[in-house]
């Protein structure tokens, strides 16, 4: 089905005479010119397919409407339907999947070697005061001395 220019009549609701609008709506190209009265909706809803009821309903209230008696122009408005999307949008929820989301599939990540630690300890010693010399450096001789003494004893 391809789109078509189709016209749509309706009652004028200021002086009862037939009110027009032209729309593009999926109407099979064997078909010639269409025209739907939207005053005899039980008549449209049976003999038309839901998909082009559909488009009436999403096309209907941008549609002006010109009454060819009075020439006043009106726009039909379907506050059920507002309801019944606002309901809809509202009555939306979040999906929460109680399994584990799978894991995409990715390329490999390549390990990364780290770099090479420095070390702890500073590589200057900090300054230390000399030891004072507190002991005296013993001779040989002393040593000696006092082993042979206890040789004698």
Do not use: H
């Not at 009862?16 to 005899?40: F, H, M, R, W």
């Not at 002006?64 to 009555?91: D, G, V």
């Not at 070697?113 to 001789?141: G, N, Q």
């Amino acid at each position: 089905m391809r789109t078509r220019p189709a016209l749509l009549r309706k009652t004028c609701p200021f002086c009862g005479g037939g009110s027009y609008a032209q729309a593009k709506l999926p109407i099979p190209a064997n078909l010639p010119e269409v025209e739907y009265n939207l005053d005899e909706l039980a008549t449209l809803v049976e003999k038309e397919s839901i998909g082009l009821l559909l488009a009436l309903v999403e096309l209907l209230p941008y549609k002006n409407f010109t009454c060819s008696k009075c020439r006043r122009e009106f726009m039909l408005e379907s506050r059920a339907a507002k309801e019944l999307a606002l309901a809809m949008l509202a009555s939306m929820k979040p999906v929460i999947q109680s399994a584990e989301p799978r894991r995409s599939v990715a390329r490999p990540v390549k390990p990364t070697i780290a770099p090479p630690s420095l070390p702890t300890k500073p590589l200057l010693k900090p300054a230390t005061p000399e030891p004072k010399d507190d002991w005296e450096a013993e001779s040989l001789d002393a040593l000696f001395d006092d082993i042979a003494e206890a040789d004698r004893e």
